[in-house]
């Protein structure tokens, strides 16, 4: 699940933990209430920022929904991506996702 979900600036920023196959149909669902919410349809959002640096894990569903999320959206705003585990980057790059977003390694704080 979304760990957080915050409009600011024409900015929605998206907040997951790990996402795999245990998980992927509550976030599905929960993006869908998410993108019917009166705040969001209400909003002039130009900028969705996933930040995945508390994401240690997405396994192969998981990486379903991030690549079908992405391609929803990426036509429609602009995307961008802080990203906490050398794996989940390592992971980003090899499937091309930097190539459809900004992304951004930044070490997870102990």
Do not use: W
Not at 16 to 30: G, R
Not at 62 to 91: C, D, H, Q, R, W
């Amino acid at each position: 699940m979304f760990v957080k979900f915050q409009i600011e600036a024409k900015t929605i920023s998206l907040v997951f933990e790990d996402i795999k196959s245990t998980n992927v149909e509550s976030l599905m669902a929960e993006l869908s209430v998410f993108m019917i919410h009166p705040q969001f349809k209400e909003s002039q959002i130009e900028r969705f920022e996933f930040d995945f640096l508390k994401t240690k894990m997405i396994d192969s569903s998981g990486l379903n929904f991030v690549l079908n999320m992405i391609k929803e959206l990426k036509n429609k705003y602009t995307l961008s991506a802080k990203i906490g585990s050398p794996l989940v980057m390592k992971l980003f790059h090899q499937v091309k996702l930097d190539q459809l977003m900004e992304c951004s390694f930044e070490e997870a704080k102990r």
